[in-house]
């Protein structure tokens, strides 16, 4: 167990739905990221916030926003749901800022199915 | 071409057999280099780390760089049916003053008892 938690482990809704996914970083971690992991892409850096503030982005859709909370928590909003976002959604986690010494600890992951 | 490339297998060994796993890369930016263990309907973990060309050992498994190639490994020694896993392997750079982590697609390997 890394000590990451995400909610819900399973989401199965329609296209062009809305959908959120949440994390919680292990105790003390100031940074969180997100991935999306899909058989075709493989684990996909979505983007990273360190204590509150979007510190990098990768290739996260317009349609996609994320947001970190003052308890750290971080949360993952999914819009105008396609079929080609299925897929699995990780939280990961590290202590500071991303500096190149930082572990990231990864969570259970999300899976969504968009029907 | 992909910044990093890696083998998606599947590789299917007995048990007992030494695994190799391996990765390429076309950026000569990343610094650090890491192997991920990902089991079945679970989030990867991390295995190894290493900064510079060279190996570095850990139990039955053992890291090897090779910066001037482009080229990173993972070795298996040993390798038990609880090594079955799907292995990624991962690089960091540094992206808008930011480390960004570059993963393979992963190596699915299955040890056979």
């Known amino acids: 167990d890394s000590g990451v938690t995400q909610t819900p482990k399973h989401l199965i809704t329609a296209t062009g739905q809305r959908v959120t996914l949440r994390c919680s970083p292990r105790?003390?971690?100031?940074?969180v990221y997100w991935y999306q992991q899909s058989l075709d892409q493989g684990l996909q850096f979505l983007i990273h916030?360190?204590?509150?503030?979007?510190?990098a982005k990768g290739n996260i859709l317009e349609r996609f926003s994320a947001q970190q909370f003052p308890d750290l928590h971080s949360e993952l909003n999914l819009s105008s749901l396609e079929l080609g976002d299925s897929a699995l959604y990780f939280c990961?986690?590290?202590?500071?800022?991303?500096?190149?010494?930082?572990?990231?600890?990864f969570g259970p992951g999300t899976r969504l199915t968009v029907l | 071409q992909k910044e990093v490339e890696q083998d998606p297998g599947p590789l299917s060994v007995p048990e007992g057999a030494i695994v190799s796993l391996n990765c390429t890369y076309s950026?000569?930016?990343?610094?650090?280099f890491m192997w991920y263990r990902q089991y079945s309907r679970k989030g990867p973990e991390l295995l190894m780390y290493?900064?510079?060309?060279g190996n570095k050992e850990d139990g039955r498994f053992t890291a090897q760089v090779d910066k001037s190639s482009k080229y990173i490994s993972l070795f298996i020694r040993d390798s038990q049916p609880s090594d079955s896993a799907t292995y990624l392997c991962?690089?960091?750079?540094?992206?808008?003053?930011?480390?960004?982590?570059?993963f393979g697609k992963g190596t699915k390997l299955t040890v056979n008892p």
């Open positions: 990961a986690s590290s202590p500071r800022g991303g500096t190149s010494t930082d572990t990231q600890y």
């Open positions: 105790s003390g971690d100031l940074s």
């Open positions: 916030y360190y204590n509150g503030e979007e510190r």
């Open positions: 950026n000569s930016a990343f610094q650090y």
């Open positions: 290493t900064y510079s060309s």
């Open positions: 991962a690089m960091r750079r540094t992206q808008g003053g930011s480390e960004k982590l570059v």
